[in-house]
């Protein structure tokens, strides 16, 4: 019997992805991370070789990106990454798709009802919160940060609106991509539709470049907050602040956290424990620390003095302190210390001095001229005319 023959069109046209994976892991990936898999799996059926430059171009994205994105699914045991000994990635392994241990079932439709009001309330919440970013009062602890501030702000849309039109032209650019891109691998979720329409105002409108976006993501995450209503005001400070360049925001991201440092240290000072400092005390400690360049510990002792004066916290009273030690050339405390020996010096001798003189007012008793006579002589010269 001869051999069969056995043909078929278009045998390469399609990838097998385990019913698994689409079930148990796809939902709760980020969609970037689901894009890399199923490439790597549709590669794995070619003989090509791939690159980590290759592999950026397609996906318009850096290699730090694409790592991230292996080490993803590194870690629920979908793939073997092997490296060298510079930590390059030199192969991939895809491994078979076993049950997801974090899957959980969907929720049984008898209680849809219910569950679809417990989204409600969460989401209620979530508004809540976003409402009441500005008005959030920060605790003492030592590294809090203080720089998010409603004044800050600029005039910004409830919700940017972009026409089909802008659309289509921001999204041919490059940076855009990459931008949308970045954002949704860094967040590690799908871009809503807010999302994506408040990325692009801050690309389009506030002139933020790629680095710009993707430093303010990651300080935004580094604070734990990934709401794009945080996001937003943060963004929005920066730009009343006039950053366009991630080394501008950089440099005020550490002058806030160098200012937040050194404000409770100066509140605790002046008695100051149950609430944050007033524009106007900021203000004072901004002058005191950038103006007149006072390290911490004379501006703690400024304080100090203060409440040894006058019993009572105040600002005004510490900068005249600080304002005269400034004309002074205070440089450190043994400046003070000299300063305040020099002047205990001064009240001693004016002390002295008033108590070794005694002002006599002139007067007719003080001004009459008291005359020597004998008192036996006059007594024998008024016997005499007696007789």
Request: net charge negative.
């Amino acid at each position: 019997m001869s051999s069969i023959i056995l043909k078929a069109k278009h045998r390469d046209d399609f990838t097998m992805i385990s019913n698994c994976f689409i079930d148990q892991y796809m939902p709760e990936a980020p969609g970037n991370y689901v894009k890399l898999y199923l490439y790597l799996v549709r590669q794995s059926y070619t003989d090509l070789e791939l690159s980590m430059e290759a592999l950026a171009d397609t996906f318009i994205c850096n290699e730090g990106d694409l790592i991230r994105g292996m080490r993803y699914w590194q870690n629920r045991n979908l793939l073997h990454l092997e490296v060298n000994e510079n930590n390059e990635i030199v192969s991939i392994e895809l491994q078979t798709c076993k049950p997801n241990p974090s899957y959980k079932k969907p929720v049984d439709t008898t209680d849809l009802t219910k569950t679809v009001k417990n989204v409600k309330n969460v989401l209620s919440k979530e508004r809540r919160a976003a409402d009441n970013l500005s008005s959030i009062q920060v605790e003492e602890p030592e590294n809090t940060r203080i720089d998010i501030k409603v004044d800050k702000q600029i005039p910004a849309p409830e919700r940017p609106s972009y026409s089909l039109d802008d659309n289509s032209r921001l999204y041919e650019e490059k940076t855009v991509k990459t931008i949308l891109y970045v954002a949704e691998t860094m967040l590690e979720r799908n871009l809503t539709s807010t999302d994506t329409a408040w990325l692009l105002y801050f690309y389009d409108q506030l002139g933020f470049d790629e680095d710009l976006i993707t430093y303010l993501i990651d300080y935004c995450l580094e604070n734990s907050h990934s709401n794009i209503n945080y996001i937003k005001s943060v963004a929005l400070a920066w730009a009343k602040d006039g950053i366009k360049t991630e080394e501008e925001a950089k440099h005020k991201v550490e002058e806030n956290r160098l200012f937040n440092k050194n404000i409770y240290p100066i509140m605790k000072a002046l008695g100051i424990n149950n609430r944050n400092p007033a524009t106007e005390e900021e203000e004072y400690i901004k002058r005191w620390t950038s103006d007149y360049c006072f390290p911490m510990n004379i501006i703690i002792e400024a304080c100090n003095k203060t409440i040894q004066a006058i019993s009572k916290p105040s600002f005004k009273y510490a900068d005249s302190i600080l304002n005269r030690w400034k004309k002074l050339g205070v440089a450190n405390l043994e400046d003070i210390k000299k300063l305040d020996a020099e002047h205990a010096k001064n009240v001693s001798k004016k002390v002295t001095q008033t108590s070794s003189v005694i002002n006599i007012k002139p007067n007719a008793f003080a001004n009459f001229d008291q005359r020597e006579q004998d008192m036996d002589e006059l007594e024998k010269k008024l016997l005499a005319n007696r007789k």
